[in-house]
């Protein structure tokens, strides 16, 4: 996990860099599952999906994903930026690979997995669902563990930083599915 000044090329040079190592999945940890209604029917549906594969999720002043401008694909490396702060011009940025992609008439979502260096091991999910009902909901679900021993000290920090990450996510769903609605 680099501090690095978030620049395109050195972003592209750590993605480069771990494009082959194995993932570091993990099936017990803790536990974060959110679901949230975003709206009703094909069109908070359609725009959900497109927001998903824009990684609207991911964007906001302290968190990022490189390469933006590319949909979730399977196997494909992604890094994750955390802003140190505001107008900090360093960041945290580590690296996930896309593990699986559900691309459906009424589902569409990714997972991705961490890769080693990142200070949590795990798994997350983004799914955005169009219910028999009509509804729209968009869930996340995360298990992790601390990727790091002295990381267990300050648990409580980590999942006050996932937690933050989780309502972001949430949230940009959330105004996509209904931005065009007014």
Avoid: K
């Avoid at 690296?95 to 009424?106: L, Q």
Wanted: hydrophobic share 40%; net charge positive.
């Amino acid at each position: 996990m680099p501090l690095i000044a978030p620049t395109v090329q050195n972003l592209e040079h750590l993605r480069a860099r771990e494009q082959t190592r194995a993932t570091n999945a993990v099936t017990s940890g803790d536990l974060i599952h959110e679901v949230v209604e975003v709206g009703r029917g094909e069109g908070a549906f359609s725009r959900a999906r497109s927001a998903l594969r824009r990684w609207d999720t991911h964007r906001s002043w302290w968190l990022r994903v490189h390469p933006a401008d590319e949909p979730p694909t399977p196997g494909q490396t992604v890094v994750i930026q955390v802003q140190g702060g505001r107008f900090s011009p360093l960041a945290l940025a580590f690296c996930d690979r896309v593990t699986d992609v559900i691309d459906g008439p009424r589902r569409c979502g990714f997972t991705y997995a961490t890769l080693p260096g990142n200070p949590e091991q795990g798994t997350e999910t983004f799914l955005v669902e169009w219910h028999a009902d009509d509804r729209v909901t968009f869930t996340v679900r995360a298990v992790s563990q601390p990727g790091w021993p002295l990381l267990r000290l300050v648990r409580p920090a980590l999942a006050w930083l996932q937690g933050r990450a989780t309502r972001q996510y949430l949230r940009a769903i959330a105004r996509s599915a209904v931005a065009q609605n007014a």
